[in-house]
């Protein structure tokens, strides 16, 4: 039991996935993202029923206010915040 309890954890950590970026690269990384959403939700937007339209049109905004900030956070950091190194696991 131990083994395979073993062999497991260890098949796991292979696919857990370690990213090293500065707070400055997080925040562009995550307002490419969002950027990329409010441009996909466009899309879905125009091509809805039009009982659907209202739905995406305020999804887009939550994108578009979202890459707003991240924009806004990034040209207020100081170039140590910025430059404090981050790192994710998933």
């Given at each position: 039991m131990a083994i395979l309890w073993s062999h497991a954890r260890m098949a796991w950590l292979l696919y857990l996935k370690t990213i090293f970026m500065t707070y400055r690269e997080a925040i562009h990384e995550?307002?490419?993202?969002?950027?990329?959403?409010?441009?996909?939700?466009?899309?879905?937007?125009?091509?809805?029923?039009?009982?659907?339209?209202?739905?995406?049109?305020?999804?887009?905004?939550?994108?578009?206010?979202?890459?707003?900030?991240?924009?806004s956070l990034d040209n207020q950091l100081s170039d140590e915040r910025a430059a404090t190194q981050l790192r994710f696991s998933f």
């Open positions: 995550m307002a490419e993202r969002s950027y990329s959403l409010y441009t996909i939700t466009g899309s879905m937007r125009d091509r809805a029923a039009q009982s659907e339209k209202a739905h995406w049109g305020k999804l887009r905004d939550v994108y578009r206010e979202a890459y707003s900030v991240l924009n």
